[in-house]
């Protein structure tokens, strides 16, 4: 699975859109960009995953660019509720294992 | 809420206990799988089970048996642990493995003392 960079932190005004960048340029035609939150004390979440082309649903939006090397999560009016550490993933559609990195800790201030 | 359900939520043990993690899902998927997380660091990918049956054993340790009993139940159990083996265990499930999404529950936090 490719590799992601991601910044290990940001933060947002309360009410903003929050956009979290990936770096993920040795992905590969077959892999798919997922991402997943976590807050504090639970475990992670699914928000959402695509291949090529933008997705939306009621937790956010992903936008790839054409040539697939980044993504972008966009959550679109922050909450505080939405202070996590957030994961994109890139994998396989067949692959067993979720490697997590590191993650980008999102702070969202009042 | 979560559909993952994990118990217990907080562990104590001593290195020469015996204890086990339970994990049960009613959302009829057929895979199931374990993750370890050390404090501020990402989830680590320790078991995945296909239908009842052990799929991927990412060098675990013997320490840790995975059981997975029926396609509803995942146990972890835990035998002569040490101290490093503190974290929080996250169990997750999935339609079939490798399928997405990942389903989890908010783990077990284990501390050895």
């Known amino acids: 699975d490719a590799k992601t960079t991601q910044p290990p932190s940001m933060d947002c005004a309360e009410g903003r859109a929050a956009n979290l960048p990936c770096n993920h340029s040795t992905i590969s035609g077959n892999e798919y960009v997922y991402w997943y939150r976590q807050i504090h004390s639970q475990g992670p979440q699914y928000i959402i995953h695509?291949?090529?082309n933008n997705e939306t649903n009621e937790m956010a939006s992903l936008i790839i660019t054409e040539d697939r090397k980044s993504s972008t999560l966009i959550l679109p009016h922050a909450t505080l509720r939405d202070t996590a550490v957030y994961y994109c993933i890139v994998r396989v559609a067949i692959s067993q294992n979720f490697v997590f990195g590191p993650g980008t800790r999102l702070s969202v201030l009042p | 809420d979560t559909e993952v359900t994990q118990t217990p939520k907080h562990l104590v043990m001593g290195m020469t206990n015996k204890k086990s993690l339970k994990c049960e899902q009613h959302m009829g998927h057929r895979a199931m799988y374990w993750y370890k997380q050390k404090a501020k660091k990402p989830p680590e990918l320790m078991f995945v089970y296909s239908y009842e049956k052990l799929s991927i054993n990412e060098s675990v340790p013997s320490r840790f048996s995975p059981e997975c009993p029926n396609s509803s139940l995942l146990n972890l159990h835990l035998h002569a642990l040490q101290p490093e083996d503190s974290a929080l265990y996250l169990c997750?499930?999935?339609?079939?493995?490798?399928?997405?999404?990942?389903?989890f529950g908010n783990g077990t936090r284990l501390t050895v003392t």
């Open positions: 997750a499930s999935s339609q079939e493995a490798g399928e997405a999404p990942l389903h």
């Open positions: 695509g291949l090529k």
